[in-house]
Each structure stands twice: as structure tokens, then as C-alpha cells.
């Protein structure tokens, strides 16, 4: 069994983390990923922090165990969430999307385990000061907003870098790219595209649909031009999107065009307007199963390759 000092810090059996996918990562899919050993994560997202606390309230329903919840900070309701986490008293915190320091001392004072997302060495360093408990190192292979290095590069510069535990993300999907991350370094792993698939993801048969028969050149990033680039399924509106970018749109007509494309993807299914956020990862994702399997069987998988890794040196 793999046992890291992830799993002793957070209080879970598995060191995986599920990853907090903004209008997907529900208190449903949550408590399902905390149940199978790993930590699961709530997706804060744009939501206002009442909608937030409700599906931190359906979690406790559905387990005992620890999970966490994913704070945008892009979000215009990012300090409410802040602040109504720590009443909550949530055992884990992870960030996203901007410098989560104006938070932090709150957050720790709430006996809360701060994760933030980095995409730098600078970040992690920052982070390392200001009393993070661990960072997730994240890869520009994920889905949603990436950063420009790769998870093979990012991760051991990371693990360079601090003496804090780290975490690897983007392009794991299997036990092979855990095992992967564990020899870079990192002493845990968060997937988000591969909990797509899982039963309890609440996700329009459309969207998994298109996990599920994903290829590998099947995303594309867009939205460079606006300094926050995000990875998707190549559809319809990624392929328009793409097009106004450099071709001319003002960044008011590219904010329109976003303006509840996630949204339309999720719910609706819409497959003209709608945003489909995965990673480069759902080439990999090829059945549905439920989220405490995807977590055993990712491990299972990771540990007779690690065991194995001496039959290279002689």
C-alpha cells in the first residue's frame, strides 16, 4: 500500500486528491472520493458562499471522512468563501486562479490545511512563507485555467524549491502517471478529467460522453490574449472562440462569448456554446466507474510499478 505523508497530514488512506472543478466538483462527487480513501473537493467556483456551504452541508451527509473546498480567487464572492469556510471549520482549503495571501493567516487561524495551486517556482516560494501546509504543482497538461510548464518539469523544480509536501497535477489519469509523479518527487497527486467519469459526477451525459471518446489531440487552449488561459475539448465554441481571439474581438465581445459557457456544458450539454473544460488526460479516461474505484485502481496500479522501478538499475 502506498502511504506518503500526505495521508497522515490530511487523514486520509489514499494520497489522492480529487480536483476542484468549478460548477462539477459537488458535495456529492466529494464525499464519494473521500469515501474511497482519497480527499475530495468541493468547487467553490463563482458561486456565492450560501450555495457553497450547502454542498458542504450535503458532504457531511454523505461521509465522515476529511474533504476540502476549491476557492477561485477570480471569484467576486472569494472573500465570503473565505470567510464562511472558516465557520465551517473545513478540514482542507485548495486555490485556484490567483495569490490566495491576503487569505492565509485567516485560514490558518481556522485550523484549516492550506493547498494552494502553483504554476512557478516564485508561487511555491511565496507560498512556503506564508505557512502553506502543502502546494499542488499543476501542469499545464490539466483542464481549466493552466500555466505554462509542463507537470514533468513543474513538479520536481517544485519539489526543488520547498520542503513543503507537493502534490502533482495535470495529465495524471492512471496509476502509470502516478507512479510518474512519485519519482519526480511529489507525495501525492490530484486528478480532476479522470473524476469525470465517475458515477457520481453530476455531469450531462454529453459532456462524459466526450471524456469518454476523447483522442489525444482532442483540447486546445484558449484565452492567452487575456493573460488567464484556459484548456478544453476542442468544440464548436473553442474553435470560435479561438478564431475571435485573434482575429479581432474585443476583449468585451470575448467576455461575452465565455460569459456561462461552463455552465451551458455541464447542465445543458450544449455542444455549440458550451465550454467543455478537460485535460489533456481524457485521452486516457475510457469507462465510467464509481469515484472510490477510480481511486483504488489509480493506486493499485501505481504500486507494483513503483515496486518494480529497481529492475532498471544494475
Known sequence: MIDTVLCRMLGIRYPVLQGGMAWIADGKLAAAVSNGGGLGIIAAGNAPAETVQAQIRLARTLTDRPFGVNIMLMSPFAAEVAEMVCAEKVAVVTTGAGNPSKFMEQWKNAGIQVIPVVASVAMAKLMTRLGASAVIAEG????????????????????????????????????????????????????????????ECSIHPVYREKILKARDLCTMVT????????????????????????????????????????????????????????????????????????????????????KGAAKWVK
Do not use: W
Open 223 to 306: 484565452g492567452k490574449r487575456l493573460g488567464h488561459p484556459v484548456r478544453s475539448l476542442r468544440t464548436t465554441f473553442s474553435r470560435n472562440y479561438q478564431k475571435g481571439e485573434f482575429g479581432g474581438a474585443s476583449d468585451a465581445e470575448l467576455d461575452a462569448m465565455a460569459a456561462g459557457a461552463l455552465r451551458r456544458a455541464v447542465a445543458d450539454g450544449d455542444t455549440e456554446n458550451g465550454c467543455f473544460l478537460a485535460g489533456q488526460a481524457a485521452a486516457l479516461v475510457s469507462r465510467t466507474q464509481p469515484a472510490a474505484e477510480i481511486v483504488r485502481q489509480v493506486m493499485d496500479e501505481a504500486e507494483p510499478l513503483l
Open 140 to 199: 499545464g497538461e490539466s483542464g481549466g485555467h493552466v500555466g505554462e510548464l509542463t507537470t514533468m518539469v513543474l513538479v520536481p523544480l517544485i519539489c526543488d524549491a520547498t520542503d513543503l509536501p507537493v502534490i502533482a497535477a495535470g495529465g495524471i489519469a492512471d496509476g502509470r502517471g502516478a507512479a510518474a509523479a512519485f519519482m519526480l518527487g511529489a507525495c501525492g497527486v490530484q486528478m480532476g478529467t479522470r473524476f469525470l467519469s465517475a458515477e
